[in-house]
């Protein structure tokens, strides 16, 4: 079973800053199988990037995702104040899906 | 639009059973599977299992296997996810949300594009 290690666990930086979330699989997976998805207090996860790279439709252009192997990130290129949330990482394979613990964005 | 509509929270007892539902509309229903997804209180998320509302075809994560059934009714374009005797650690939130399989360039891509709002349950003596 592939295992999805987020980092940081929480990551404080202030409004305009840059946030780099790393995602890492204890092995090499496919990056069409990886997504990332935005949890806000209270809500449903939505979906910011599939296929490790490509915006979900709607999705500003300061979300971006990269990576292969074992080794995603998600970057927010300058936060805005409704960024801070927590954000998981998926991996779909197998016939299932597997989330990574989250990071949690906070304000500094 | 696009939506996934849950049944209201509920609150049981130990032992009772309970089914939640997942209305789907705006689009085919039985073009997408339903995956379920549990997170429990301050936790992650967990993927529960899923459904091809086309055939009810299903598949579970091993670690719910046998401790939920998730069924559909594609005449009302519905999802259930439901429990035989719940146990207080059973107490969630649970959403559902629509997979999306879709060949694109390279090969097929895997996500969930839509969830719906979550419905609590807790079950407490």
């Known amino acids: 079973e592939i295992v999805l290690t987020q980092s940081p666990g929480t990551l404080s930086l202030s409004p305009g800053e840059r946030a780099t979330l790393s995602c890492r699989a204890s092995?090499?997976?496919?990056?069409?199988?990886l997504a990332w998805y935005q949890q806000k207090p209270g809500q449903a996860p939505r979906l910011l990037i599939y296929?490790?790279?490509s915006r979900a439709t709607g999705i500003p252009d300061r979300f971006s995702g990269s990576g292969s192997g074992t080794d995603f990130t998600l970057i927010i290129s300058r936060l805005e104040p409704e960024d801070f949330s927590v954000y998981y990482c998926q991996l779909y394979g197998s016939s299932r899906y597997t989330f990574g613990q989250g990071t949690k964005l906070e304000i500094k | 639009e696009v939506q996934l509509v849950q049944s209201g929270a509920e609150v049981k007892k130990p032992g009772e059973s309970l089914r939640i539902s997942c209305k789907g509309s705006g689009y085919s229903f039985t073009g997408y599977w339903i995956t379920w997804v549990r997170q429990m209180p301050g936790k992650g998320l967990e993927w529960m299992g899923r459904?091809?509302?086309?055939?009810?075809?299903?598949n579970y994560s091993p670690s719910f296997q046998g401790h939920v059934t998730i069924s559909a009714d594609k005449s009302i374009s519905t999802a259930y996810l439901q429990w035989s005797s719940l146990k207080a650690s059973d107490s969630a939130m649970y959403y559902c949300a629509r997979q999306i399989a879709v060949a694109l360039s390279g090969g097929y891509y895997y996500y969930m594009d839509v969830w719906g709002q979550g419905t609590t349950v807790t079950v407490s003596s």
């Open positions: 459904i091809d509302p086309s055939d009810s075809y299903t």
């Open positions: 092995q090499s997976v496919t990056s069409r199988y």
């Open positions: 296929g490790a790279s």
